[in-house]
């Protein structure tokens, strides 16, 4: 299978703290998404990292890049309550197919 | 700007029986592509349309097919349905033409199909 892997699979922590989770996946590729979803809901597009970038950032979030180790880390800073969801990284390979990762379930306690 | 569509948001369908799921891209995009979600599981690409043609396939049978109209919008039909089709199916639109490494793909709400 060509679909990442996130881990962790869970994460709790506490309103203030940072959340950090990572992902790995198996080819080539041209960009590397992150997203967030809500019980039930769509997915929310978060930030984009192109296969030439190492790190970038957004509000509260810094992306990490590692094509070398074909991984990547997504850290949201200052964690707040509503930031609990699911967390997926996305890859768009070479061949423009888009493979997800399995998720991290983040959940922030007030 | 409107973003993706999707609809019917919820459906109860029985084994058996043959579904319609709808999408309207994003506003200037023009490829579609359909991800079904397992409770408890990332999305799995089923397939993608662009200029009306299925591009590229994942690992699903032939029960699962689509259409894309003129208008870009997209049809995903599911015949046969199998209690194990039960999921969230998720509307993704891009464009195409645009430079690979920047193409940002956009996601709808969702259509969720329950088999009973």
């Known amino acids: 299978s060509q679909q990442g892997e996130e881990d962790p699979q869970a994460l709790s922590i506490q309103e203030g703290e940072n959340a950090t989770m990572n992902c790995s996946y198996k080819t080539s590729i041209n960009n590397l998404q992150w997203y967030r979803q809500n019980s039930g809901r769509g997915l929310v597009h978060l930030i984009l990292i192109r296969s030439n970038e190492r790190e970038k950032h957004s509000g509260r979030l810094r992306v990490t890049l590692d094509t070398s180790k074909k991984s990547s880390s997504l850290l949201i800073t200052a964690s707040r309550a509503a930031d609990t969801a699911s967390y997926f990284c996305a890859t768009l390979n070479t061949g423009n197919q888009f493979y997800f990762g399995t998720g991290t379930s983040l959940t922030v306690i007030p | 700007d409107a973003g993706v569509t999707q609809s019917p948001t919820h459906l109860i369908k029985t084994r058996g029986q043959q579904v319609t799921l709808r999408c309207s891209p994003k506003s200037g995009h023009d490829t579609v592509s359909w991800y079904q979600q397992a409770l408890g599981q990332g999305p799995q690409f089923i397939f993608q349309?662009?200029?009306?043609?299925?591009?590229q396939r994942g690992n699903f049978p032939d029960r699962f097919s689509g259409h894309q109209f003129p208008n870009y919008s997209s049809e995903l039909n599911v015949n046969a349905l199998l209690l194990g089709d039960s999921a969230l199916y998720l509307c993704?639109?891009?464009?195409?033409?645009?430079?690979?490494?920047?193409?940002?793909?956009?996601f709808g709400e969702g259509s969720w199909l329950t088999v009973v």
């Open positions: 993704a639109s891009s464009l195409l033409g645009h430079t690979a490494s920047g193409n940002t793909i956009y």
């Open positions: 349309y662009y200029e009306e043609e299925e591009r």
